[in-house]
């Protein structure tokens, strides 16, 4: 809206209304009331139609990472991701801990916060109106007669936003919107990932406890006969308590596994909050059972998969928001300029006893004050504001990017582990296959006499350790694909193109 020799006026602010106030019974009053209505609405045309503000995004903040969040953030293609699975349960409790998890309802809360912040600071740049009413009785002097009196109008106010410090503002708090939005879809993911991570966890646990205990029944039974034949004179008295000690170990071993696999139980209990016996009932169903998603080829990650990380993305506003911070700071050096009005309709009555009853209704009305005011001196206090609004858009610039070089080292990690496991895992299952066939065949040496009890000992020891190594080789690799999918911002799909089914 231009302003002509606003620039030069005085710097001392007009605080002289220039008003007008007049009772009348007439068309005048109206005529008023209208040329009220013109005024406001010439000054809305005037600011409608005035420039843009000058962009409030700091020159080097990166563009190229404004992608939408993973499958556009709906939740039913998110949970579809953790189907691939094949395990029912699993995204049942994703859900329950979802649903349960007091960080989502915080970043909830967040949202709402910021939505409110966002129409405060839209309402910032309209007028402000307000209805007054007011009643009195009483004597204004000695010479006047008694009256009553009873008025009833509105007020407008409309500071101008000429330099563009409340659209700015609006700006950074729209920004604050959708860094909250995406908080709320980082915080699900987080909750998924955990849950994710802990259920596959229990489930090896599982598995490696019905090792443990098949373990723990074939060296009682190794114990048992070793004592008979000690008794009998066929085995030195050092053999069975040898194997009376083998007994005892893989005892305190299921022991230790049972007390950890029932931490795991308690751990998803306080994660779902579902009952502990309702919850052990569905986890009866598929006792012992790693999850194990479905086998992707994933030779490379695209840069555009990290844009739906919500830190990232959120990293981002949070710049852009600074950015919009300082322009709003240096608007605070320029002058303001505040229009007021208002209308509104009086009545009057007086006279009492023997004077005659008079009684005056009308309507009054004001265009002004226009006030300016202009910075003049502070002590270095908008100067100021201005430099730590500069200090936050370089912090958030700097968090920016370590967000982005954490995002790339996540990303690597899991697919080194995806990897690594994928190495390990044709070795793992030929060593768990022949150390079990060692093991039989040591057991029927054992049992014609033919090998010693430190022999079978011995063949039990790495053939339990292959198969538990084996099972956290699994538990490992169920990790990794739930540590990408928590890297990649929630999930990916094969038509992202860097991911494939293999043939």
Not at 25 to 53: I, T
Not at 360 to 376: E, Q
Request: net charge positive; aromatic share 4%.
């Amino acid at each position: 809206m231009p302003i002509g020799p606003l620039a030069r006026w005085p710097v001392r602010p007009m605080t002289t209304p220039v008003a007008r106030h007049r009772r009348s019974f007439s068309a005048p009053a109206r005529l008023a009331a209208k040329a009220l209505v013109v005024a406001v609405a010439a000054v809305l045309n005037a600011c409608a139609s005035a420039p843009a503000p000058p962009n409030t995004t700091d020159a080097d903040a990166p563009t190229q990472w404004q992608a939408p969040l993973p499958h556009g953030g709906e939740l039913a293609a998110l949970g579809q991701w953790w189907r691939q699975f094949d395990d029912p349960l699993l995204a049942q409790l994703i859900d329950a801990a979802q649903q349960a998890s007091a960080t989502v309802a915080s970043a909830r809360s967040r949202i709402e916060q910021a939505r409110a912040t966002r129409v405060a600071a839209g309402a910032a740049l309209l007028p402000a109106l307000d209805v007054s009413a007011s009643a009195g009785r009483g004597r204004q002097d000695l010479f006047s007669p008694l009256a009553t009196s009873a008025s009833a109008g509105v007020q407008a106010g409309w500071e101008i936003d000429l330099f563009g410090g409340r659209r700015a503002a609006k700006s950074a708090a729209e920004l604050r919107l959708g860094g909250a939005q995406a908080g709320w879809h980082d915080a699900r993911v987080a909750v998924a990932a955990e849950t994710a991570t802990s259920y596959t966890a229990l489930r090896a646990c599982e598995a490696q406890l019905e090792q443990q205990r098949a373990d723990t029944a074939s060296r009682a039974q190794t114990a048992r006969l070793t004592d008979l034949s000690a008794k009998a004179g066929f085995e030195a008295p050092a053999s069975a308590a040898l194997a009376r000690a083998s007994t005892a170990q893989a005892n305190s071993l299921l022991t230790q596994r049972r007390a950890q696999c029932n931490s795991l139980v308690k751990a998803l209990v306080a994660l779902t909050a579902l009952p502990e016996p309702a919850l052990r009932l569905q986890l009866s169903g598929t006792t012992a059972r790693v999850p194990q998603p479905v086998q992707l080829a994933v030779p490379a990650v695209p840069a555009q998969a990290l844009a739906q990380r919500p830190d990232v993305f959120i990293a981002e506003r949070d710049l852009l928001a600074a950015s919009a911070d300082a322009a709003q700071a240096r608007a605070q050096r320029w002058p303001s300029i505040r229009l007021a009005g208002s209308i509104g309709a009086l009545r009057v009555d007086s006279g009492t006893g023997a004077q005659a009853a008079a009684s005056d209704t009308g309507s009054v009305w004001s265009i002004g004050p226009v006030s300016v005011a202009l910075p003049l001196f502070d002590g270095g206090t908008r100067r100021a504001n201005i430099d730590a609004a500069q200090a936050r858009v370089d912090e958030s610039a700097a968090l920016y990017r370590a967000r982005l070089r954490t995002a790339v080292r996540e990303v690597e990690d899991a697919l080194v582990t995806l990897q690594s496991t994928a190495d390990r895992a044709a070795d793992a299952q030929t060593a768990s296959e022949g150390f079990a066939v060692s093991l039989r065949a040591t057991q029927a040496r054992f049992s014609g006499g033919l090998a010693s009890l430190f022999e079978l000992e011995d063949a039990r020891r790495s053939a339990v350790q292959a198969q538990v190594a084996l099972i956290d080789l699994q538990r490992e690799r169920s990790t990794a694909w739930i540590d990408l999918y928590r890297a990649l911002g929630g999930g990916w799909s094969a038509a992202d193109g860097a991911l494939a089914t293999p043939p």
